[in-house]
C-alpha cells in the first residue's frame, strides 16, 4: 500500500492548486489596481470596439469608418462627441452604407456607445 499513497497524492494536490477561482480574482484586482483610470478606460473601450463594432469598422464595410484613419475622422468628429455619439445610438443611413443603431445592439448604454466611439476616432489614446 505505501508505494499507492504518492500517486493518489499529486491527482489532489493537482486539483487543490486548480480550485480557488477567489484567488485568481484577487490577483487581477491587484493588477488593475496598478492600472491607471485612463488604461482602464481604453481597455474597456477597445472591448466593447471589438465586440460590437469591429465586425463592420475594422474592415470598412460598406464605407463605415476604420479606428486609426485620422482625416477621416476628423471630418467625422467635426459636429462633435455628443452629436457623433447620438447618430450611432439612432442609427442612419450614409452615403455608402447604413450604421445601424448601436450597430445592431440594442442593449448597449449610452455610456458604452459613448466609449466604442470614443476609442475608434482615437479620442481616447494608449498612455
Ligand atoms: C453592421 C455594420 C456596422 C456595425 C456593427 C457598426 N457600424 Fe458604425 N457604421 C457603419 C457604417 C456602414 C458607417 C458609415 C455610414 C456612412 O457614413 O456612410 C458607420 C458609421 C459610424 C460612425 C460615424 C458617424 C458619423 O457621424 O460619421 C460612428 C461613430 C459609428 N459608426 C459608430 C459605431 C459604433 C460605436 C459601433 C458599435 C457599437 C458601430 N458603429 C457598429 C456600420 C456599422
Do not use: Q
Amino acid at each position: 500500500m505505501k508505494h499507492f499513497t504518492p500517486i493518489l497524492a499529486f491527482p489532489l494536490l493537482f486539483i487543490s492548486s486548480c480550485t480557488p477561482e477567489k484567488n485568481i480574482d484577487s490577483e487581477e484586482t491587484g493588477a488593475s489596481k496598478k492600472e491607471t483610470l485612463a488604461e482602464r478606460k481604453y481597455a474597456e473601450s477597445k472591448a466593447i470596439y471589438g465586440s460590437f463594432c469591429a465586425s463592420c469598422h475594422d474592415s470598412g464595410l460598406a464605407g463605415a469608418p476604420k479606428p486609426g484613419d485620422s482625416a477621416e475622422w476628423d471630418k467625422r468628429m467635426a459636429p462633435g462627441l455628443d452629436a457623433i455619439v447620438k447618430k450611432s445610438i439612432d442609427g442612419y443611413d450614409g452615403k455608402k452604407g447604413t450604421m445601424p443603431p448601436k450597430g445592431g445592439n440594442e442593449n448597449l448604454t449610452e455610456k458604452e456607445v459613448r466609449e466604442a466611439v470614443s476609442y475608434m476616432s482615437g479620442l481616447l489614446k494608449p498612455e
